[in-house]
């Protein structure tokens, strides 16, 4: 039996974003070998907590040991996918579909795989296959209209949008696709009607509300479009195409300094934004801010060096400050493409006057005279208002005029996150994990808490052969580390064998403990930990490391439906057992706090969380933790104030989650 959860997909690279299922599943039967069960679960293990690298070698051994089952190769596709190997990843679903071709989650993967490679027609025979069988999935039929949109067969599209609706009348996005179809069939006018029926059903969609701002933009309503991208990014605020769309009504409403304003921010969201630099440069060359207007037509000529606007308004800016020579070029280079653009001849004359090169001056003003003698030049036209161009029209006449994109496509943001973490969508917002054991310092410029236990240094004091290191997060593993990890467990178990006595197998038992977790073998690092209790049983640090590793696992169990409570109740009385021999560790209490978190009883959580800061006031994640205790306790002005403290201490995440909370 399979196990399907329905997640939508923002799929990267495509105009629409497409709904998508996360995969979870049971176990292969019985018969399998249990080897081979045992790599595909450490495998998935890996995937959910995004070890992607590493969870493909896990799932090439298993295909390695068992090549016909399905399973593997269908699990080292999601792995790629999420890579972006979106070609690996489809030959990896057809390998599956061979061995299993009653799988839908097999199609709907390779569907959007094929989405991603613009292969449409081949998308939407792998979502007609899986709709035979599964003729209730949503998510299905929502692909397969937006498959139809991209191959521009309109007439399908709008039948099936209207079986959709005749399912799930309530369904805002099928409204919002039949608008996408009307607008491009240019029925404006149908489009409207069915954006507002999409916004009737579901007012908190940013992306409608912004695809209905393109609309009145289009109809130059301006102050209309503004209203509408205001709202979206009340619901979206991290978007920068809504800043720049805005930008573009303010400015036509001659809010200038509001445009401005809305540029910084969509440049702060997206410093690589063509539009934004292109757009600020002219606002700012409008307004007398040369310097700084050079300054983004520098950064839009990186991005596109043969961009002749951008040249030409670069040159006015540089011959406005005194930079002749250089305005020279930049005029020189454009009139090249462009001979009879008279303008630009009087301005690269008047720079060769300045320079006192009149040879050179005469020579533009002849050809100026010859070709327009009748012609009188003023002054430099200012930014004309309303009046915009396409990002591929290159008429040098428009050259002062803000640029739009050449089509304004809406991308839809759909409530789920395929790109984020698994683990993070069964709640609003996280808790920071629990602090556990490893091979590797996190320190940076982000992260210089430095985490220190006496225990921890008595350990790496007493072994020296490989020092093991507190932290809250596990860095992924590339391909070259996990073959040293191989390595480093292959020469620790020979130790292990070759060890006499205990006092000297305790501490490798350890060492290969960390190791196993690094690598997601959860299970086997337990073993390892417990052999350890029985040698020595007053070992802090064997609780807290089982503690931590039964967490994990049951947190990838809970994803799959799992029952925990048993296990949850086993982290816990690790955790107390250490407490007993380390009532002092400020980590501690913070896992113990975390358990209680996840477990909603915040109570003791708050208690827990108040020790581990009273200990080590400097834990960023203790306070961080706390603050969300404290929030979903109805303390919300508590939460902010410890959320605040954690950012402070360089847990910058904390941010968004104050001003989530403090604009409820």
Not at 291 to 307: M, S, T, Y
């Amino acid at each position: 039996m399979i196990n399907t959860r329905e997640l939508v997909s923002c799929i990267r690279g495509i105009r629409l974003f497409f709904l998508l299922p996360f995969f979870f599943f049971t176990f292969l039967p019985l018969h399998a070998q249990y080897n081979t069960d045992r790599l595909v679960m450490i495998g998935r293990s890996a995937l959910y907590y995004e070890d992607y690298v590493l969870s493909i070698q896990y799932f090439n051994q298993a295909i390695g040991a068992k090549p016909y089952l399905y399973e593997p190769w269908f699990f080292r596709g999601v792995a790629k996918f999420y890579l972006d190997d979106f070609r690996g990843a489809e030959s990896d679903c057809t390998e599956a579909i061979e061995r299993n071709p009653y799988v839908i989650s097999c199609y709907e993967l390779r569907g959007l795989c094929r989405i991603n490679q613009k292969k449409y027609d081949e998308a939407i025979e792998d979502y007609t296959f899986a709709l035979r069988y599964n003729p209730d999935n949503q998510g299905l039929w929502h692909n397969r209209i937006l498959c139809r949109i991209n191959e521009k067969d309109y007439v399908r599209g709008l039948a099936e949008i209207d079986t959709m609706l005749m399912h799930w009348s309530g369904y805002a996005r099928a409204y919002s696709m039949q608008a996408e179809i009307f607008l491009l069939q240019k029925d404006t006018t149908s489009a409207i009607k069915s954006l507002d029926k999409s916004l009737d059903l579901d007012p908190y969609d940013a992306g409608i509300w912004a695809e209905r701002a393109v609309i009145s933009l289009a109809r130059q309503k301006w102050k209309e479009g503004e209203e509408y991208l205001t709202k979206a990014i009340h619901l979206q605020p991290k978007n920068p195409a809504y800043y720049i769309n805005r930008a573009m009504a303010r400015y036509n409403k001659n809010g200038l300094r509001g445009a401005m304003a809305d540029y910084d921010t969509a440049l702060d969201l997206d410093p690589n934004n063509f539009l934004g630099h292109y757009n600020r440069g002219l606002l700012r060359a409008q307004v007398g801010d040369d310097n700084r207007g050079i300054e983004d037509f520098d950064f839009v000529l990186k991005l596109e060096p043969n961009n002749l606007m951008a040249l030409f308004n670069r040159a006015l800016l540089l011959e406005q400050t005194g930079n002749l020579r250089a305005a020279i070029r930049d005029y020189t280079k454009v009139i090249d493409e462009f001979p009879n653009f008279w303008f630009g001849l009087q301005h690269r004359a008047a720079c060769y006057r300045r320079l006192g090169n009149t040879k050179q001056a005469e020579i533009d003003e002849f050809r100026i005279l010859k070709a327009q003698i009748d012609k009188r030049f003023g002054k430099q036209p200012r930014l004309s208002k309303k009046q915009m161009r396409r990002k591929s029209d290159t008429d040098p006449e428009k050259y002062n005029q803000l640029v739009v994109a050449d089509e304004q496509n809406v991308e839809h943001e759909y409530k789920s996150d395929y790109r984020g973490r698994v683990q993070n969508r069964k709640v609003e917002i996280s808790f920071q994990p629990m602090y556990g054991l490893s091979f590797h310092s996190v320190i940076d410029d982000v992260h210089s808490y430095i985490a220190f236990d006496r225990e921890v240094d008595a350990f790496n004091q007493k072994t020296r052969s490989q020092n093991i290191y507190i932290g809250a997060s596990q860095p992924n593993i590339d391909e070259r580390s996990m073959k040293r990890y191989f390595e480093y467990l292959d020469s620790v178990t020979v130790a292990i064998g070759d060890a006499k006595g205990d006092k000297k197998v305790g501490p490798m038992l350890m060492l290969r403990a960390v190791a196993y977790a690094a690598i997601q073998n959860f299970d086997s690092a337990i073993d390892d930990l417990s052999t350890l209790l029985q040698i020595d049983s007053t070992s802090t640090l064997a609780y807290w490391q089982r503690a931590v590793c039964q967490a994990r696992i049951n947190e990838f169990n809970a994803s799959q439906g799992t029952n925990i409570d048993l296990k949850s109740a086993n982290v816990l009385s690790d955790l107390c057992e250490a407490l007993k021999l380390s009532p002092n560790n400020a980590y501690l209490y913070y896992n113990r706090g975390c358990l209680y978190a996840i477990r909603k009883d915040y109570q003791h959580a708050l208690e827990d969380f108040n020790r581990a800061i009273h200990i080590d006031a400097n834990i960023p994640e203790a306070w961080y933790n706390r603050g969300i205790v404290n929030i979903y306790s109805g303390k919300t002005p508590e939460g902010i104030s410890d959320l605040s403290k954690a950012g402070e201490l360089g847990l910058y995440s904390a941010y968004s989650v104050i001003k989530k909370y403090r604009e409820k």
